[in-house]
């Protein structure tokens, strides 16, 4: 029987849902960039010539057989200094973008009914497009050490904060953005001394792309967590600590890039009183 939505244009909400139903990670990617330039160029001809439109979308993204996915206990830990070492950090952070492709197009599909400005979605698009962009540079990088994704197990814990959050989009800002891509700018100045160490340029250079772009994401997060906080009459501070202990299991780990943080619009006050360590502010004298 012919389908009669075939015709239809497809919206914001149907690319977003097309590409988490992608399972093959290149191929999911390929489908996010073409969507992301399509989009930008259809918001330059002024008026959206796409729609938003809504979507059903899955409540867990098509994956890949491999790579398996473990208890995060259960995946091996290797000497970062190593050769496994360093193929198991690349590992890890193309799994890591991975789920943050299909994060940001969820955020897309999934609130799309939200009455929200069209800068909303110029955001996550972007993001989503950055993310395509750096899970190929870190396949690139793993397949010139005679690795690929999916060779080891990765965590299989990383859909949990979306599924929490499915129903709700402050919360999902505050744990998505404002808390899991916020610790990425903590982290990173750690791995890229790594492949410095072992004269990995490639590696260098991806991971330094990564870290520049990765400031603007939780941006993004703070831009509309603080826009949505507006809309409602909310303090954004305890709206964001209520929901950061709502849906986060655990504490916020410091040492915290607060350089990095202020850029993307995070104060020191929102994350503090969620760590499990009192802060020590430098002495002045
Ligand atoms: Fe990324
Ligand atoms: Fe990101």
Redesign the pocket.
């Known amino acids: 029987m012919p389908d009669i939505q075939s015709d239809a244009p497809k919206t914001l909400a149907d690319m977003a849902t097309e590409v988490l139903n992608t399972a093959d990670g290149r191929a999911k990617t390929a489908l996010s960039r073409r969507y992301a330039a399509d989009w930008r160029a259809s918001r330059q001809e002024g008026a959206s010539a796409i729609e938003i439109g809504t979507a059903a979308p899955p409540l867990h993204p098509a994956r890949p057989d491999q790579p398996e996915l473990l208890n995060p206990r259960d995946v091996p830990k290797r000497k970062p200094g190593s050769d496994a070492g360093r193929k198991a950090l690349l590992h890890a952070v193309a799994h890591i ?1 991975l789920n ?1 492709v299909d994060l ?1 197009w969820d955020i897309i599909a999934r609130f799309s009914h939200t009455p929200l400005p069209l800068g909303f979605f110029d955001d996550w698009v972007q ?1 989503a497009d ?2 395509s962009k ?1 899970f190929n540079l870190m396949c690139d990088c793993l397949e010139d050490l005679g690795s690929y994704y999916g060779e080891l197990p990765a965590h299989a814990g990383m859909w949990r904060a979306a599924e929490d959050t499915a129903e709700d989009l402050m919360g999902r800002l505050a744990v998505v ?1 404002m808390v899991l ?1 916020a610790r ?1 700018l903590d982290v990173t100045p750690g791995m890229i001394k790594i492949f410095k160490n072992a004269k990995l340029d490639k590696a260098v250079a991806a991971l330094e792309l ?1 870290y520049a ?2 400031v603007s ?2 941006a993004y997060g703070s831009k509309w967590f603080n826009f949505l906080c507006g809309r409602h009459n909310e303090d954004p501070k305890e709206v964001f600590h209520t929901l950061v202990r709502k849906y986060f299991k655990g504490a916020l780990k410091p040492p915290f890039n607060e350089e990095k943080r202020a850029d993307a619009g995070l104060p020191p006050d929102f994350y503090w009183p969620l760590s499990d360590q009192e802060r020590v502010l430098p002495s002045l004298d």
């Open positions: 973008e943050a940001h993001a950055e993310e750096h953005p891509e990425g990564i772009e990765e994401h939780v």
